[in-house]
């Protein structure tokens, strides 16, 4: 596989696995045959798409041991960063529900927040940023006060959003429009469940057919700023693989608005069945087209171009500069001229894909 090491796939694969699966035999001897320059680029291009903490969780202690040092040191570092950050994050968002509900206030708990309480097995196996809440429009004044209380201070208004730091430094989004299912009932697109991380006894956050569309919505629309992130994949295959019995055609439809959204639903579907292993579930497996699929190569070389240099400018300078800049970036892949050329054909790639997804929407009844 060229781009790709044996291990990354594996990996991969792994981290999308569910705890009671019997262990991956494919891992293992990833892992017994992977030299040391191996793992070296295996934890570059897992801590550039924010993977490194779910990778400790997927390979466990006794393959972790087995892994050089460096590798091992990263990943137990990042594991235990993120399990402090989401720690934190958890019991200010424990606070901030209890005092929203207090004003009769019932938020949507979105993003990092919601999967992390929803689809992952460990508090430290997804990395958070910002914990995202949505409230109706007319709530959000109140809801501002009930955050001044416990000693939220605003940061900065954004045209659907409230940007709001707290006493910890944790940074709280409230939004008050969500453009992906506006004029939709809450109902529609949202249900109530148990958090795995937070002391409070619900949560409501997105049903599985909006949460998967929301996702896909959100990787088209960053992915020319950082590039296709492996961590917006994975999250989108732990969707298909837990309630993906739960995702209907019919209730996707009414959701995706374009050609464009309906061809990168059918791109990320076909990459976690082919990449990640992830079946696809059978509802979607009979409602949904071939086309062109995404391929690690192409995620891997989204993310080394676009996260190092988003305008063809910065990159043409980051380029000339590689001869004579640092060559050990732990945080990041280095792009290399060849990704530049590769661009096109993975455009032309996508532009493919986009023409049999339109055709298949034409011809639906």
Request: hydrophobic share 45%; with cysteine.
């Amino acid at each position: 596989m060229s781009g790709a090491t044996l291990l990354v796939p594996a990996l991969l694969r792994a981290c999308c696995r569910r705890d009671g699966d019997p262990p991956d035999p494919d891992l293992a001897k990833a892992a017994a045959a992977a030299p040391t320059e191996e793992w070296a680029r295996t934890a570059a291009i897992f801590a550039s798409h924010r993977l490194l903490p779910l990778a400790g969780h997927a390979l466990g202690e006794e393959l972790l041991e087995q892994a050089p040092a460096p590798f091992a040191d990263a990943v137990r570092a990042a594991f235990r960063a993120t399990f402090v950050r989401n720690f934190v994050a958890m019991r200010g968002l424990d606070d901030v529900l209890a005092a929203l509900r207090v004003e009769g206030i019932e938020p949507v708990v979105l993003k990092g927040a919601a999967l992390v309480n929803t689809l992952y097995p460990a508090l430290a196996a997804r990395p958070m940023g910002d914990v995202d809440l949505l409230v109706e429009e007319g709530e959000r004044e109140r809801a501002a006060a009930a955050l001044a209380r416990l000693g939220v201070r605003r940061a900065a208004q954004e045209e659907d959003a409230t940007n709001f730091v707290g006493v910890d430094g944790q940074k709280l989004d409230l939004a008050h429009r969500f453009r992906v299912f506006e004029e939709r009932p809450r109902a529609s697109w949202t249900e109530t469940v148990k958090p795995r991380f937070l002391s409070s006894s619900h949560i409501t956050t997105l049903e599985p057919n909006a949460l998967l569309v929301h996702l896909v919505v959100h990787m088209n629309g960053h992915r020319r700023e950082v590039g296709h992130l492996l961590a917006w994949l994975v999250d989108a295959a732990l969707v298909l693989r837990d309630p993906g019995d739960r995702l209907e055609r019919g209730r996707l439809e009414p959701l995706l608005r374009d050609d464009e959204a309906w061809t990168w639903l059918v791109r990320t579907v076909a990459f976690a069945r082919d990449v990640l292993d992830v079946p696809t579930p059978g509802a979607l497996a009979r409602g949904l087209p071939d086309c062109t699929p995404l391929t690690l190569d192409e995620v891997l070389r989204s993310r080394r171009v676009h996260a190092s240099a988003p305008t063809a400018a910065r990159l043409l300078g980051r380029l000339l500069a590689l001869p004579f800049g640092r060559a050990d970036r732990p945080d990041e892949e280095r792009p290399a001229f060849g990704d530049v050329l590769a661009l096109a054909g993975d455009d032309a790639r996508e532009r493919r894909a986009r023409r049999a997804v339109a055709r298949w929407r034409r011809a639906q009844p």
